[in-house]
């Protein structure tokens, strides 16, 4: 009987057809129907309806790494925030994270990668950095590479380009304009699409994490200014030492000369 529902699909036909069966096979079809159709239907709604109507829980592993972002200003720490949260949310994607020096240099060091292998260890200030820049902070392959299509790239640029595994280049701009880091995101886990909504938090966590790398460099940048002063007041001391030192060796000489 169910074989003659699903070659008829007519939504009248299914519904009489359901009416007629046991309460216990129309609870259990009911229920094959709506996992089959829950994943279409959720996309369907993410892309039609307003953002956060569906949103809500679906988005909760990277709104509370977005929430995070704000207990730390230790790097390192903040980079695994950013990965676990993305990790939960889209279901173990390929990844990579570069993170910038403090020396707003636009270098790029690479700190963790996952499933995205041949990726180089640092990206050099260049054309590629230059247009990191000038981007949004969500970026898809094809228009980056459109971006560049005009841009005199290096042999490893364009290979980084042309990364395969490479979906959304995610830069994180210090608000003085040099890059504070780089997110790279492959496929989803499940091999759904990227959705409005996911890029949409994905916005606000690279709000964040700019606000969050900015506020750490910026105490690296003090813890390393002191530790300089603090060297400085050493070697000053030390020569200042070294004068009364010898000070009091010619004063002595003086005395024992006149002893004499």
Known sequence: MMMTIIAQWRPKFII??????????????????????????????????????????????IQHA??????????????????????????????????????KTNRLSLQYRQRMSGLPQEILPGALTDQFRKSPSIVETRSLRHMLSLRSLTPDEQKFVLHPSIVLW???????????????????GDLDPYRRTDQQELER?????????????ALAQQVEAE??????????????????????FDSLKVVLRRSW
Not at 17 to 25: H, K, S
Not at 205 to 217: E, G, K, R, V
Not at 230 to 247: F, P, S, T
């Open 227 to 248: 530790g300089m002063i603090r060297q400085l007041h050493k070697r000053v001391q030390a020569v200042q030492d070294a004068m009364a030192n010898g000070i009091v």
């Open 66 to 103: 977005t929430r995070n972002l704000t207990s730390s200003l230790d790097a390192p720490k903040l980079v695994t925030t950013i990965v676990e949260g993305l990790q939960t949310q889209f279901e173990q994607p390929a990844l990579a994270f570069f993170l910038g020096d403090i020396g």
């Open 170 to 188: 995610c830069p994180i701009h210090h608000a003085q304009g040099h890059l504070l880091g780089l997110l790279l995101l492959g496929m989803r």
């Open 16 to 61: 009489k057809q359901l009416l007629r069966l046991p309460y216990t096979q129309a609870v259990i079809w009911l229920a094959v129907a709506f996992v089959a159709l829950y994943r279409p239907t959720q996309g369907i709604l993410g892309r039609i309806l307003p953002v956060g109507f569906v949103a809500g829980e679906e988005h909760r592993a």
């Open 205 to 217: 966590l690279m709000s964040a994490a700019s606000l969050a790398f900015s506020n750490s460099a």
